[in-house]
């Protein structure tokens, strides 16, 4: 049922009459046109389920979230941290890149004894399997199927290791080369000169050896961040410190579990200068949205919060309900009183995409539409996005003096870093915000800011890095 689309009657009728278990077994079923015959499935669905299995198949390939493996990561690294001889500790891998998903865990760690790390950490409790053991390598499966990779290499060499263990194939190709047209060996243990290591200590010496600045993990994907390097032009990325406000709050008012006045509060303990309150639109059933006149009491409350607080400031929003044919959900008499209108589609997911890029164009229109939310929709591992030509949609919002958002639910982290880099390119501000349902949702916003910095984003590119008055004055279309 991780599959869009299916509940739990139409799963038991594909058990009980396809004999399907798995999410590979529906895709062979599926693709091979058995679904559609199903009482109550048809062309039409089996089709969606197809797409849908599209986004499914990578995390049941291996593929995990990231926020999915975090916990495991550090607890792993705090074993070894506190293994006798263990100097340090790191991850590597697409994991400090800081993926959408990731694979096998890479982790590295310094010590004299290789042997007595490797023995302890494949007798680790949450062990299923050893598959590779040595003295600087050890290979194992975890009883939650994760694969987990250990490097253990000497100091002079934990520099190169975390260069090489970070980077994608690509990019390591690439500094290979480098290496090589200097005359210079670049590998996992160091830098060679005619066989002398002349660096690897640090991951900067690495770098600077092959005449390149340090580059930040995240941008180590041979998308042009050599070249970029090269010219002395990489960006300053985004930090957690440059934001000053979440645009994206939800309260238990619509489907969030925390008050108001206690998510208001959450987000000033994070030293941000000011919060968008935004709760749903009233088509949004499911998730209890908002009437006009329940939304009228909230901005009440929120101006009434506001006469207490120094050195903050509640923004009235709400996430509003982009209508089929691209109305909004609230009328604008209502919009008109909001600091922030935030437009979203949860519906009719799946109209053609000339038609549905059309229609989140028509939203724009409306001068008080101020920031297009989780633009394509997708659900990472879940669902795939709706279609739109999001690049007509970016072009359309740059026009118009709108923005896009970078959700930073782990589940979404839409816009996805490849369109990040284009909003760049446009000069398109965006707005990376929690979506937060609670208080401690709001610490999401660190997965939207690796999201960020993997798409070359840095704070003049992130519409909340601004304070409320700058925000206002390029919110005012």
Request: net charge negative; hydrophobic share 40%.
């Amino acid at each position: 049922m991780t599959v869009h689309g299916l509940g739990p009657r139409r799963a038991k009728v594909l058990h009980d009459r396809l004999g399907v278990e798995t999410v590979e077994d529906l895709a062979r079923a599926a693709a091979a046109g058995n679904v559609r015959s199903l009482p109550r499935f048809g062309e039409a669905l089996e089709k969606r389920l197809l797409d849908s299995l599209q986004a499914t198949l990578p995390a049941g390939q291996g593929r995990r979230r990231l926020d999915s493996v975090e916990e495991t990561v550090d607890e792993l690294l705090v074993f070894l941290s506190r293994l006798p001889g263990v100097t340090r500790a790191e991850a590597a891998g697409s994991y400090r890149r800081r993926c959408e998903t990731v694979g096998d865990i890479d982790l590295l760690a310094v010590a004299p004894n290789g042997q007595a790390v490797a023995d302890a950490f494949a007798a680790h409790e949450d062990t299923a399997r050893v598959l590779e053991k040595g003295s600087t390598r050890v290979t194992i499966i975890l009883r939650s199927g994760l694969q987990v990779d250990l490097r253990i290499v000497p100091e002079e060499s934990y520099g190169a290791a975390l260069v090489y263990f970070t980077g994608s194939k690509e990019h390591n190709i690439t500094l290979r080369k480098l290496g090589q047209a200097k005359g210079l060996k670049v590998n996992e243990y160091g830098v060679y000169n005619e066989g002398r290591r002349i660096a690897g200590r640090t991951e900067a010496e690495v770098y600077a050896s092959v005449d390149l600045p340090f580059i930040p993990p995240e941008l180590r994907e041979a998308r042009g961040e050599i070249e970029a390097a090269k010219a002395n032009a990489l960006p300053q990325l985004v930090t957690l410190s440059d934001l000053k406000g979440d645009l994206h709050l939800h309260t238990r008012a619509s489907d969030g579990r925390s008050r108001l006045e206690d998510m208001v509060e959450a987000a000033r303990a994070r030293g941000y200068a000011h919060a968008a309150v935004s709760d749903h639109s009233r088509h949004a059933t499911a998730a209890h949205g908002l009437t006009p006149e329940r939304l009228s009491a909230q901005l009440e409350a929120i101006d009434r919060l506001n006469d207490d607080l120094k050195d903050f400031r509640a923004l009235k929003a709400a996430e509003v309900d982009i209508l089929a044919d691209g109305s909004l959900d609230f009328p604008d008499d209502l919009l008109a009183r909001l600091d922030v209108v935030i437009g979203a589609i949860h519906s009719d997911f799946d109209l053609p995409a000339t038609v549905q890029t059309q229609r989140v164009l028509r939203a724009m229109d409306d001068p008080l539409f101020h920031i297009f939310a989780h633009p394509t929709g997708r659900l990472i591992g879940e669902r795939p996005g709706y279609q739109i030509d999001l690049d007509k949609v970016m072009k359309g919002a740059l026009d118009r003096g709108c923005f896009l958002e970078l959700n930073a639910l782990p589940s979404r982290l839409d816009l996805d870093d490849v369109h990040c880099r284009t909003a760049k390119a446009m000069g398109l501000k965006v707005a990376i915000s929690s979506d937060a349902h609670s208080t401690l949702g709001l610490a999401n916003i660190r997965y939207g800011v690796d999201q960020a910095r993997r798409g070359w984003l840095g704070s003049e590119d992130v519409l909340n890095s601004r304070s409320w008055s700058e925000l206002k004055a390029l919110l005012a279309r």
